[in-house]
Nanobody
Framework: QVQLVESGGGLVQAGGSLRLSCAAS????????MGWFRQAPGKEREFVAA????????VYADSVKGRFTISRENAKNTVYLQMNSLKPEDTAVYYC?????????????????WGQGTQVTVSS
């Protein structure tokens, strides 16, 4: 079993920044993809960003390109999401997720494990 624990959410004014962290523990395979998703009230969960095992390959939702950066530290089994120039429409619960193989994907149904989520609120 794999456990994912997110941290770093909070309340920030529009234009501000936050950095989310997600630590993985448990029985991960030797290489795995990690991603971030978010879900706003009344909306479906949506893809935000994902990163390959090596960190050389990343993919972003159009809505966050140029503002968010995903990165990882494999020695710490941790993935980060640096969020800059935040907008009120970025307000959501942010979830960390893991695919237990080196398969970069934007699809929710391809992720094997999920964290409990962390709230990000951006005030106008």
């Amino acid at each position: 079993q794999v456990q994912l624990v997110e941290s770093g959410g909070g309340l920030v004014q529009a234009g501000g920044s936050l950095r989310l962290s997600c630590a993985a523990s448990g029985r991960t395979f030797s290489s795995y993809v990690m991603g971030w998703f978010r879900q706003a009230p009344g909306k479906e969960r949506e893809f935000v960003a994902a990163i390959s095992w090596s960190g050389r390959n990343t993919v972003y939702a159009d809505s966050v390109k140029g503002r968010f950066t995903i990165s990882r530290e494999n020695a710490k089994n941790t993935v980060y999401l640096q969020m800059n120039s935040l907008k009120p429409e970025d307000t959501a619960v942010y979830y960390c997720a893991l695919i237990n193989k080196n398969w970069l994907s934007t699809r929710i149904d391809e992720y094997d494990y999920w964290g409990q989520g962390t709230q990000v609120t951006v005030s106008s």
